[in-house]
């Protein structure tokens, strides 16, 4: 599925997912004001493969706690157990969900008009209610951070 800007958006597949935990670094943005969510991941890139307990290489940006002025976002990995795990990071944990998982595939700059899509055209029209827990971005094998290029999973949890 490639979802640059002005592409359309193609049929999730659906997962069922174990809880997870994320470690990283975290803050709040405004809707209108995301320039932030790069320079966190910037903080955090020096981390990945040296926080304790980290999980294989793959990374996640998470969204969560969203209300009228913004939202929480944390970039980082999946740990085994917050053992070890302090200052600097902050941990969240992701419920066990059944989740609509869509491929981004581009730059990273176009994730906004992916999740746009997804909310606007795929959501309304699906019958599906996303549940109010961590929506998150994985960033695997196919996603190359020296250009912010490739293929990403957008994973969106949904009620029951």
């Known amino acids: 599925m490639t979802s640059p800007k002005g592409a359309a958006l193609d049929t999730p597949s659906f997962v069922d997912a174990q809880q997870r935990l994320v470690a990283g670094f975290g803050a709040r943005f405004p809707y209108t004001s995301i320039e932030g969510i790069p320079m966190l991941w910037q903080r955090f890139g020096p981390h990945i493969g040296r926080v304790p307990n980290q999980v294989g290489h793959a990374t996640f940006g998470l969204s969560y706690n ?27 944990t992701i419920p066990a969900s059944r989740y609509a998982v869509f491929r981004h595939t ?33 960033y695997g094998d196919a996603f190359d951070p020296a250009t912010a290029s490739g293929v990403v999973e957008i994973w969106c949890p949904l009620a029951a």
Request: charged share 20%; proline share 7%.
């Open 106 to 138: 581009g730059h990273v700059s176009g994730i906004r008009h992916t999740c746009e899509q997804i909310w606007r055209d795929w959501l309304p029209s699906s019958g599906k209610q996303f549940a109010p827990t961590p929506m998150f971005e994985l």
């Open 66 to 92: 969203g209300d009228q002025t913004g939202f929480d976002y944390l970039a980082g990995v999946e740990v085994s157990s917050t053992d070890g795990l302090g200052d600097p990071y902050q941990i969240v």
